[in-house]
């Protein structure tokens, strides 16, 4: 048996076997506070392992769009919340509301190699905003009965220094959180944060009861954010076990997909394929690019409609362009999968085909938000 010579510092138990070798090994490994056992065998949480946070493994965080890069529904535009109105969904899978004055929200720049936060500019008379994300169940049913840490970039300028988190499950009915003025959630625990001007990363445990199982809401809150003060966030975390790791950044097109499971924004620019089955109709069929939650709830950005008569969308037969006809969600559709939709708004023939064009700007909303 050869010598074995272990550098570095360990807080865990190394049990090590090498094969007979002449001279002496030596083995450096790095810190740790794990657990290496031999044979390669994969230490578990039961075994008093640290894979749930040690930072480098992806996936870890069941909060969507928490480092607000996606933003299909204002591309970066500012968005003005109502007073004491409904939810307002802002960047992609996040959730605005405000009482005593309207307030605007924003996706913008971060700094160094943070791409993007989300920012509220407040206004005079606010007394309260808001920002939300609710966790479907089939991404937080394993979270019940466990600990989990939260953690945020936070900043607030000038005289506000309190964001409140609080933690909710779904109180009955998985993935039905309620209204803002008639919420059906369980408060599993609160806390606060003393934040400065200086952008800073917060982070506190939760001990989720073994209740929850019916999808998790995490809201933050700050008070007055009256004219002049603005309220960041960014790389929000939400993880199983009782410390905070480093921000889990997943490749664009993956942190998209997820998006779109609860909400698609679709504008085809004359790309889409039309059919015309009978005499003064035109048919058209938006394949959803994930399967969605569920079936989703279809407007039209153009006329906040229920996609019945939607305008801004012109059927092209051949070389006719038809002007603004009106476009309708058809009885056979949507699913979770497409939504089918057609205008008999002016005069082609059978068998014709062609395409849709969509005016600049002009889009059709998926929702299947919870």
Not at 3 to 31: E, F, K
Not at 116 to 124: D, E, I, L, P, V
Not at 171 to 187: E, I, K, M, R
Not at 212 to 234: D, K, R, S, Y
């Amino acid at each position: 048996m050869a010598d074995i010579v272990v550098n570095g510092n360990t807080s865990g138990a190394v049990t090590l076997s090498a094969p007979a070798v002449s001279g002496s090994t030596t083995l450096t490994l790095p810190a740790t506070s794990g657990t290496i056992l031999q044979s390669g065998t994969v230490v578990t949480e039961a075994q008093g392992g640290t894979d749930t946070t040690t930072g480098y493994y992806g996936f870890k965080n069941r909060i969507i769009n928490g480092a607000m890069t996606t933003d299909q529904r204002n591309a970066g535009a500012s968005q003005t919340f109502t007073a004491g109105g409904a939810l307002a969904y802002a960047v992609d899978r996040w959730y605005g509301y405000c009482t005593g004055a309207n307030v605007t929200g924003q996706q913008v720049a971060g700094t160094g190699a943070i791409q993007n936060r989300y920012r509220f500019t407040g206004a005079a008379s606010v007394t309260a905003v808001g920002f939300a994300q609710r966790i479907e169940q089939k991404n937080s049913y394993d979270l019940a009965g466990s600990t989990c840490t939260l953690s945020a970039d936070l900043t607030i300028s000038a005289t506000l220094t309190t964001v409140t988190w609080t933690a909710y499950y779904a109180t009955t009915t998985a993935d039905t959180f309620g209204s803002l003025a008639s919420p059906t959630v369980t408060q599993i625990a609160t806390g606060t944060f003393t934040v400065s001007a200086t952008v800073t990363n917060f982070s506190a445990n939760i001990s989720v009861p073994a209740a929850a199982t019916t999808g998790i809401q995490i809201l933050f809150t700050v008070g007055a954010l009256t004219a002049g003060l603005t309220w960041t966030v960014g790389n929000v975390q939400l993880e199983k076990g009782s410390t905070a790791t480093s921000f889990d950044y997943r490749p664009y097109p993956t942190e998209l997909a997820l998006c779109q499971r609860y909400f698609f924004a679709w504008n085809a620019q004359g790309s889409s394929t039309a059919v015309a089955p009978s005499t003064n109709e035109v048919d058209l069929t938006c394949w959803f690019p994930v399967t969605m939650r569920v079936i989703p709830t279809i407007t039209n950005n153009a006329t906040a409609g229920s996609g019945s008569g939607v305008t801004g969308i012109n059927p092209y037969i051949g070389s006719a362009l038809s002007t603004r006809a009106g476009v309708t969600l058809a009885s056979n559709g949507p699913s979770t999968q497409h939504a089918n939709f057609y205008s008999t708004a002016f005069t082609v023939t059978a068998g014709q085909a062609g395409n849709w064009n969509f005016n600049s700007g002009v889009y059709l909303y998926m929702s299947a938000e919870l």
